[in-house]
């Protein structure tokens, strides 16, 4: 297992970790992912750490808590051995101060999330999303109070927008606090849009990106294709109104480039789909799950070999769409490119 520094920081990270949305699954979205009790996470844990993968994300949302027991008890006796990246900050329940990321929230789903998880600090914990009405200086904080108290050891965000990221930095580099080294964000083939802004300020600023639904939301899994139905087993089926949309013509674009690299490889297309972001700028894990033993040891597959050249030029090609403003002049007309960067 390659293991690659988290940002800017001192932390090193697999460059494959485990999404735990898989445990304890509840619910129309995270029962669609996967139900595994105690024993079955135990179980694929095992194989992870075998495999040298010991970074295991989680988050209080994800079937109110659940996945975070799982996979405490699934850890259990072995907390050294492995690094915890949970989330806070979306709705946990229907009061006025179960959502957001305001000092009496944080404290709150941290000491909930170490009771769920058996431990007593995490390793990486992220705003799983952008609390407007809550004052920046008020959320860094609490963090750093946190940290101080020993409680969390890194800091990062998922699901930012770059302005959100960015007047973040700055106020902790002006207050002292700790800055953010981690972003989980949405990366595949069939979803780019992380490259235009968020990508260039991760270089900038020293935020390594946790990549979660590297295969599209299912999309990518070799099982669907131009003029064929959904497989009968797709959790699209329940949960695409869910995720991020695609166009079906730019999934079969991807899709097609993917099949014609399988074929030159030999390589399965989720191995290639994951394969192609472990290459991409600022990527400092990329998120697998899986719902069973078989599942996770072919994502394991991604790992040891890399992509040629000409296949990561193939895979761009038939991935990529048109820029949004006001990025797309920078690719289109000569004299914004003359003051472009080069190309990620």
Not at 15 to 26: K, Q, V
Not at 44 to 67: K, M, Q, R
Not at 267 to 275: D, E, G, L, R
Not at 277 to 292: D, E, K
Request: glycine residues 10%.
């Amino acid at each position: 297992m390659d293991y690659r520094r988290l940002g800017a920081s001192g932390l090193k990270v697999p460059a494959l970790s485990f999404g735990a949305g898989t445990f304890g699954g509840s619910g129309p979205l995270f029962g669609a992912w996967g139900n595994s009790d105690a024993t079955e996470a135990r179980r694929l844990v095992d194989i992870c750490l075998e495999a040298g993968v010991n970074l295991f994300d989680t988050a209080d949302v994800y079937s109110n808590g659940a996945s975070e027991e799982v996979l405490g008890a699934a850890i259990k006796g072995r907390r050294d051995a492995v690094l915890i990246s949970t989330k806070t900050s979306l709705p946990t329940g229907d009061g006025p101060n179960d959502a957001g990321s305001s000092r009496s929230r944080l404290i709150k789903a941290v000491e909930g999330a170490l009771k769920r998880l058996g431990t007593d600090y995490i390793d990486l914990l992220q705003l799983h999303a952008f609390d407007a009405a809550t004052p920046i200086e008020e959320v860094l904080s609490t963090l750093d109070s946190l940290v101080r108290a020993g409680k969390l050891r890194y800091v990062g965000v998922s699901n930012f927008s770059g302005w959100q990221v960015m007047k973040s930095l700055g106020l902790a580099d002006k207050h002292g606090y700790p800055r953010y080294v981690a972003h989980q964000v949405y990366y595949s083939l069939v979803g780019r849009d992380y490259e235009w802004e968020l990508m260039p300020l991760g270089l900038d600023q020293g935020v390594g990106a946790l990549v979660w639904s590297p295969l599209g939301w299912g999309r990518l899994t070799g099982k669907i294709r131009r003029g064929e139905p959904l497989p009968e087993k797709s959790r699209l089926h329940d949960t695409a109104g869910f995720g991020p949309p695609v166009e079906d013509e730019q999934l079969y674009r991807v899709v097609d480039a993917l099949d014609a690299v399988a074929n030159e490889t030999g390589k399965t297309v989720p191995q290639i789909a994951i394969n192609w972001l472990l290459q991409r700028p600022t990527v400092a894990s990329v998120i697998i799950g899986a719902r069973n033993e078989e599942q996770l040891r072919q994502n394991l597959g991604a790992v040891g070999w890399s992509l040629t050249s000409d296949q990561m030029k193939k895979l761009d090609a038939a991935s990529e769409v048109t820029a949004p403003y006001p990025y797309f002049p920078y690719r289109r007309q000569e004299a914004f490119a003359r003051l472009s960067p080069p190309a990620v």
